[in-house]
């Protein structure tokens, strides 16, 4: 059981490019989410989704999209990357909602020049 | 909006001390208080929660309490060990208006030896 896996480790992007991060689980969990967590501020929800093809917005949506194509499949994509979008991106998964422990996925860490 | 507080930032105690981290959550409605655990450079691992049913759960060195009626949760760690360093993050799960899971700040915590 490899659980949720994270690519690529680390990117460093120039502002006005574009990429997507990936997340694969195989836990044949539910819930997926993105969270980003930048120092002193903790881990806060981009986007989450409670299902293949469901996507909903988190905490601070802006600037990102995300797909669930297949249920182990959870892509985060930045259009056109600005350096506030510095940060260490983690994916995480769980069985369901309000109760059931997240598992994160190693991170990753993305620079924006 | 709804949010979680942590307290303090850092915390440093001499190794066999004991170390306590407190949150506050803004609604009344959440029901699940989960504590994660970050080694530098690793991802969160969830190491106790507690639902708010339940006003005390422990778990060998690790034990958490929650007030619902002050609407705030505690982490206590007894006889700290060097391996006990680490960031820690409190969460709090919220049900009105959709599924939410807010994290606090995080608590660097140093164990001297």
């Known amino acids: 059981n490899a659980g949720v896996t994270q690519t690529p480790k680390f990117r460093v992007l120039k502002t006005g490019q574009s990429m997507t991060l990936l997340c694969a689980q195989d836990?044949?969990?539910?819930?997926m989410y993105w969270y980003r967590q930048d120092p002193g501020m903790g881990l806060r929800l981009i986007h989450y989704?409670?299902?293949?093809?469901t996507t909903a917005k988190g905490e601070v949506p802006d600037g990102y999209n995300v797909s669930r194509l297949k249920k182990q499949n959870f892509l985060l994509g930045l259009e056109s990357a600005a350096p506030s979008q510095t940060s260490v991106y983690f994916c995480?998964?769980?069985w369901g909602t309000g109760g059931y422990e997240q598992y994160f996925g190693p991170g990753t860490r993305l620079t924006v020049t | 909006g709804e949010n979680v507080e942590q307290h303090p930032s850092t915390l440093s105690v001499q190794e066999g001390d004991s170390a306590v981290i407190k949150c506050t959550y803004s609604?009344?409605?959440?029901?699940?208080f989960p504590w994660y655990k970050q080694e530098l450079g690793k991802r969160p691992q969830l190491i106790i929660d507690i639902r708010s049913n339940v006003g005390e759960k422990k778990d060998q060195r690790i034990a958490v309490t929650l007030n619902k009626t002050a609407k705030h949760f505690s982490l206590h760690i007894t006889e700290t060990q060097p391996e006990d360093s680490a960031v820690y993050f409190c969460a709090a799960s919220f049900h009105t208006g959709g599924f939410k899971t807010i994290f606090g700040a995080g608590t660097r915590l140093f164990v001297k030896a």
């Open positions: 989704s409670v299902g293949e093809g």
């Open positions: 995480a998964s769980s």
């Open positions: 836990m044949n969990h539910e819930y």
């Open positions: 609604d009344s409605a959440s029901n699940y």
